[in-house]
């Protein structure tokens, strides 16, 4: 089952927004184009519950989240339903600003709730089906052993040499920042 954020979950973006407003901001947002999908938790229940109907071994869910929210925007809307102004360049005397805390490593601007374009309907609207790459077992195995050797060898560059291999729409933003790896090579 795949589906994007649930406005008011535990880690949604809601609670943290809110207490930014309450005490005053500013509202922490990551970057003005980060988009995100939202589903209420009632909307979450209903489709969690239809899809597990509707599943078979191994079948994969992607639920309708509806068009993509824009987090800066969202952010500004939580303001002023507060009884706030928004702070920017053109209202300087605001009451609330929002600071933008720039992407951390491996997150990206827009999410994306499925990798490629082989989706299917189902009998319910908003639930979809998706057929994946996947490798038979026989085939698997030595490469989760060469994963494995990887990584007991710390072989950083040899595992993510096997992940762009392997992983369909893998496409690291930089270099490898892990502090094991830029310590292997100093010795």
């Known amino acids: 089952m795949r589906f994007g954020n649930v406005l008011g979950s535990s880690g ?3 609670p943290l927004f809110r207490r930014q ?3 005053g901001g500013p509202v ?3 970057h003005p184009e980060m988009t995100r999908y939202f589903m209420t938790i009632p909307e979450a229940a209903a489709l969690v519950i239809q899809a597990g109907a509707m599943a078979e071994s191994g079948d994969v869910f992607v639920l309708d989240m509806g068009p993509p929210v824009k987090i800066r925007e ?3 809307q939580m303001i002023r339903l507060a009884g706030f102004s928004v702070r920017d360049e053109a209202h300087p005397d605001g009451d609330i600003g929002i600071r933008y805390t720039g992407l951390r490593d491996g997150e990206k601007l827009y999410e994306e709730l499925l ?11 908003m639930i979809m089906k998706a057929s994946e790459e996947s490798l038979p ?9 060469r994963i494995e050797a990887c990584c007991d060898s710390y072989d950083c560059n040899g595992l993510r040499e096997l992940l762009l291999q392997l992983v369909s ?4 933003q930089h270099e490898i920042r892990d502090p094991l790896h830029r310590s292997s090579r100093v010795h």
């Open 115 to 125: 990798i490629g374009d082989n989706v299917a309907g189902t009998s319910h609207p």
């Open 137 to 145: 077992f026989v085939r698997l195995q030595p490469l989760l052993q």
């Open 74 to 76: 969202m952010a500004e």
């Open 28 to 30: 922490t947002v990551t």
């Open 21 to 23: 407003i309450v005490n």
């Open 12 to 14: 949604s973006v809601i």
């Open 169 to 172: 729409g893998y496409q690291p």
